[in-house]
T-cell receptor
Framework: EDQVTQSPEALRLQEGESSSLNCSYTVSGLRGLFWYRQDPGKGPEFLFTLYSAGEEKEKERLKATLTKKESFLHITAPKPEDSATYLCAVPPQGGSNYKLTFGKGTLLTVNP | EAQVTQNPRYLITVTGKKLTVTCSQNMNHEYMSWYRQDPGLGLRQIYYSMNVEVTDKGDVPEGYKVSRKEKRNFPLILESPSPNQTSLYFC??????????????FGQGTRLTVV
């Protein structure tokens, strides 16, 4: 049973065209939601951690928000260098600190 | 520079020939883990380690072994590789455990092909 679902699977934007990526989770008692960026052929790179509903974090053109059931990664006026796969992840139910359960990711392509 | 280093980056091998993928981190992290990434399946945890000589299975441990004899190193061993182990492998480390208030650092990946 998937605990993390990301949508859309792929998103193609024009440079400057703002949009949002979605990550919904079914884990109860959330102990953090993590966003990572992954470039082709490279390891995931940490972006944000969110812990409570209503929390927001920003980094350059990216802003991550969290509700009780989902998280959004808002991309404002994206540039081609923002093209990557964006992954969200949560610690699993049950209190384990030894893993992250990842969604399958959203492949973002920003055309110039 | 803080980093997780995996070797080799690319490997093509034959079924049944034992291989080891090395992973080393220079951040004195206690927690380390191996993931594999497959199209349509995402990242899945193979094994993890909480400290030296302490390891445990993740979600997909079959066909893999690990060891943690030193804090900085966490090699992944495939005793008898099979084609279904063809995948992109990532090693990761974290100071206080994945999912805690610290980020996880990932290596650059090892693309393994078993023919």
């Amino acid at each position: 049973e998937d605990q993390v679902t990301q949508s859309p699977e792929a998103l193609r934007l024009q440079e400057g065209e703002s949009s949002s990526l979605n990550c919904s989770y079914t884990v109860s008692g959330l102990r953090g939601l993590f966003w990572y960026r992954q470039d082709p052929g490279k390891g995931p790179e940490f972006l944000f951690t969110l812990y409570s509903a209503g929390e927001e974090k920003e980094k350059e053109r990216l802003k991550a928000t969290l509700t009780k059931k989902e998280s959004f990664l808002h991309i404002t006026a994206p540039k081609p260098e923002d093209s990557a796969t964006y992954l969200c992840a949560v610690p699993p139910q049950g209190g384990s600190n030894y893993k992250l359960t990842f969604g399958k990711g959203t492949l973002l392509t920003v055309n110039p | 520079e803080a980093q997780v280093t995996q070797n080799p980056r690319y490997l093509i091998t034959v079924t049944g020939k034992k291989l080891t993928v090395t992973c080393s981190q220079n951040m004195n992290h206690e927690y380390m883990s191996w993931y594999r990434q497959d199209p349509g399946l995402g990242l899945r945890q193979i094994y993890y380690s909480m400290n030296v000589e302490v390891t445990d299975k993740g979600d997909v441990p079959e066909g893999y072994k690990v060891s943690r004899k030193e804090k900085r190193n966490f090699p992944l061993i495939l005793e008898s590789p099979s084609p279904n182990q063809t995948s992109l492998y990532f090693c990761a480390s974290s100071l206080t455990g994945f999912g805690m208030n610290t980020e996880a650092f990932f290596g650059q990946g090892t693309r393994l092909t078993v023919v």
